[in-house]
């Protein structure tokens, strides 16, 4: 898993983010959190057996050997 170093954490506080598709470039999540939160839904769609269209989407690139653009 990616992340940010506490340096980093602390400098961005909260922050925006978004999640793309290497495939189209399309933007498919928009969210906004603190520390690491832009890495966990990765995390969550491999770790996890929780149903949504964000996390099916995510499971499908990294099944493609691609890996989710911030």
């Known amino acids: ?3 940010f ?3 980093s954490i ?3 506080g909260f922050y925006v983010y ?4 290497p ?3 399309k933007i ?3 969210g906004k959190g603190c520390g690491n939160r832009v890495f966990q839904h990765c995390e ?3 770790q996890g ?3 949504s269209l964000k996390l099916n989407l995510i499971r499908e690139i990294i099944s493609l050997g691609l890996q989710v653009e911030h």
Request: glycine share 4%; charged share 35%.
């Open 1 to 3: 898993m990616n992340k």
């Open 5 to 7: 170093s506490n340096k």
């Open 10 to 12: 602390e400098e961005l």
């Open 18 to 21: 978004s999640l793309v598709d």
């Open 23 to 25: 495939r189209d470039g």
């Open 28 to 30: 498919f999540y928009i």
């Open 44 to 46: 969550a769609a491999l």
């Open 49 to 51: 057996d929780e149903v």
